[in-house]
């Protein structure tokens, strides 16, 4: 694959193309690249901080969808054109990971080629380099908070959390972000261990197929049910809500309504 006519003077035209090369060599492409083409581009990259975040995000996404998108990725971080416009980009080996999982390892309904989701592996940022990702490229406030949650996640998903452990996990982040932080975390397992045995492999399916089955809970009691035992309007009453939900929530929800309610006697009694 390569330019039509001089690679320096079509990407000079519109920087643009410099990107598209990648994103059409990913999809459609054979190796070893064009070298003319590959060192105009290297010599073209610091041109792409003049693009607007939007048209480098749609390229970027568009890239990420490809079948390999890894192999291109790498080519592009050494030759210095990531840098202008995602240097956090280095984690590729999670990126493979995280293919083979969406496409080949794994047939599930929730499960396909997410290229959010590979745009989250390949980062090394925390929550504020997330935020500034997302102004950089444009991204929409559900995409950045979706990069956001798997890049500096509120909880931590590990193969060898428990059930109950993983019950608390989906209540608080809900099954879609349970899922995406399973699989970044199965893929940076991977590709720091090369290796896994068929036990590690079944307890990350373990926690898909409690993703794929979660059911949203909700507490059986609330702040009338507070009101009504005597706690004063206002910031009390979510005090001691939160109290009975903490218990509630460390017995794996299983108290029904009748032993919520007498918790909350219990808790709004030693609060007044």
């Known amino acids: 694959m390569r330019f039509v006519g001089d690679p320096m003077k079509r990407i000079e ?3 643009l ?6 994103r059409f060599f990913a999809h459609y492409g054979r190796p070893p690249m064009d070298p003319a083409a590959l060192a105009a581009c290297r010599r073209m990259a610091p041109e792409l901080v003049k693009l607007s975040g939007e048209r480098v995000a749609g390229e970027l996404v568009r890239l990420l969808q490809a079948p390999d998108p890894a192999s291109v990725l790498i080519v592009m971080h050494g030759e210095g054109i990531l840098r202008p416009i995602l240097p956090e980009a280095s984690e590729f ?3 493979r990971v995280m293919t083979w999982l969406e496409t080949r390892a794994l047939v599930r309904p929730h499960l396909h080629p997410d290229p959010i989701r590979r745009l989250a592996v390949i980062l090394h940022a925390d929550a504020e380099g997330v935020d500034a990702i997302g102004e950089r490229l444009k991204l929409s406030g559900v995409q950045t908070d ?3 949650a798997m890049v500096a ?3 931590a998903v590990a193969r060898t959390m428990d059930e109950r452990a993983a019950r608390r996990a989906l209540r608080r982040v809900g099954a879609d972000v349970f899922r995406d932080l399973v ?3 199965w893929a940076a397992e991977r590709a720091a261990e090369a290796r896994m045995s068929t036990a590690e492999t079944a307890a990350w399916i373990r926690l898909l197929d409690l993703a794929d089955a979660w059911q949203p809970v909700q507490l059986p009691v609330r ?3 507070a009101l009504a035992l005597g706690v004063p309007r206002g910031p009390a009453i979510g005090a001691v809500l939160a109290q009975v939900d903490e218990w509630w929530e460390v017995n794996d929800f299983r ?3 009748d032993q919520c309610l007498e918790k909350l006697r219990m808790v709004a009694g030693a609060a007044s």
Do not use: M, N, Q
Request: glycine share 12%.
């Open 146 to 148: 979706r990069l956001r």
């Open 17 to 22: 193309r410099l990107l598209r090369f990648f």
């Open 223 to 225: 702040g009338a049910d």
């Open 93 to 95: 080996g999670r990126l």
């Open 153 to 155: 996640p509120k909880v």
């Open 255 to 257: 108290p029904g309504r």
């Open 183 to 185: 699989l970044c975390a």
């Open 13 to 15: 035209e519109d920087v």
